[in-house]
């Protein structure tokens, strides 16, 4: 039985590899500002006076926010899953672990699980966050 190609494929995976930065810069957004307004009037030159207002009106591009949650929703239901911390822990050496770059092979000897097992949790992951995004029914 072959393997069915799709070509979304390297579009998710890059979706998991810029969640971390993601998360990071949705965190930016919703910090809020602490520095006073220089000119004295509130709400001068456009910008809001309420740093708290500010900080709920700031969000992530569409397609970016998109992409978040269908991986925080993947995350969610990955790690309700039997072995689920172990799952996550492939999918972190593999896409998010930027100290080493691990693949499934160097994740299977790192975990002491096959290979083989690493690939059907890594596959199913990626499905997983296709189908949170729409790409699959």
Same mark, same amino acid.
């Given at each position: 039985m072959s393997k069915p190609r799709y070509d979304w494929w390297p579009y998710v995976k890059g979706m998991i590899r810029r969640y971390p930065e993601l998360c990071a810069r949705q965190e930016e957004l919703r910090r809020t500002k602490m520095s006073p307004n220089l000119t004295g009037m509130p709400g001068a030159h456009g910008q809001?006076?309420? &740093?708290v207002a500010d900080a709920a009106l700031r969000e992530l591009p569409e397609i970016n926010r998109r992409e978040l949650e269908a991986v925080q929703k993947a995350v969610e239901e990955t790690r309700a899953l039997p072995n689920g911390e172990e799952r996550l822990q492939v999918v972190r050496l593999v896409f998010w672990d930027k100290t080493k770059a691990y693949t499934l092979a160097g994740a299977s000897l790192k975990m002491h699980w096959s290979e083989r097992?690493? $690939?059907?949790?890594? !596959? $199913? #992951?990626?499905?997983?966050? $296709?189908?949170? #995004? !729409? /790409? /699959? &029914?």
């Open positions: 809001t006076s309420d &740093p097992k690493l $690939a059907e949790w890594h !596959g $199913a #992951f990626i499905r997983c966050v $296709a189908k949170y #995004f !729409g /790409l /699959l &029914p």
